[in-house]
């Protein structure tokens, strides 16, 4: 499912968290309006794939008993203050964040028992002191 400027609340989520096939989850565009995006018990139990684009999220959380299937998670933002409960996520193989923000979570991903690939891809627009671009690190 790909949402895009649905404007929806953490009631909304939680509403799409019951849903029973649902495999992919891309935000994208305004689809979600607040900042903190929690993922609760039992919710997401067929998810495989979660994407999100918005940049007004910038706290993802999961909790024991979310999203067992997890796979994947590529997180683009502008601003990443919190990402937590990765090591609640028992099927989590590839972690992407693109932006530039604290990788505080990283002892949570060398203490996961899947060992999960972090990708991490900072603006390009960035610049350096000379005023020249920096190049993106990976």
């Keep these: 499912m790909t949402l895009s400027q649905t404007y929806l609340t953490k009631d909304d989520i939680s509403i799409i968290g019951k849903l029973q096939g649902l495999c992919w989850l891309r935000l994208q565009n305004k689809s979600y309006t607040e900042c903190?995006?929690?993922?609760?018990?039992?919710?997401?139990?067929?998810?495989n794939f979660f994407l999100?684009?918005?940049?007004?999220?910038?706290?993802?959380?999961?909790?024991?008993?979310?999203a067992p299937k997890l796979e994947r998670i590529v997180w683009s933002?502008?601003?990443?203050e919190a990402l937590s409960g990765i090591n609640h996520?028992?099927?989590l193989k590839t972690l992407e964040l693109n932006g530039d923000g604290n990788l505080d979570l990283i002892e949570e991903l060398v203490d996961h028992p899947k060992n999960p690939r972090l990708k991490h891809k900072k603006p390009q627009?960035?610049?350096?002191?000379?005023?020249t671009a920096a190049p993106a690190s990976f």
């Design 52 to 66: 999100v684009e918005v940049s007004e999220v910038s706290n993802i959380s999961f909790v024991n008993g979310t």
């Design 89 to 91: 996520l028992p099927s």
């Design 125 to 131: 627009h960035q610049r350096q002191e000379d005023g």
């Design 77 to 80: 933002f502008a601003t990443m």
């Design 36 to 47: 903190e995006l929690a993922f609760k018990a039992d919710e997401f139990q067929s998810l």
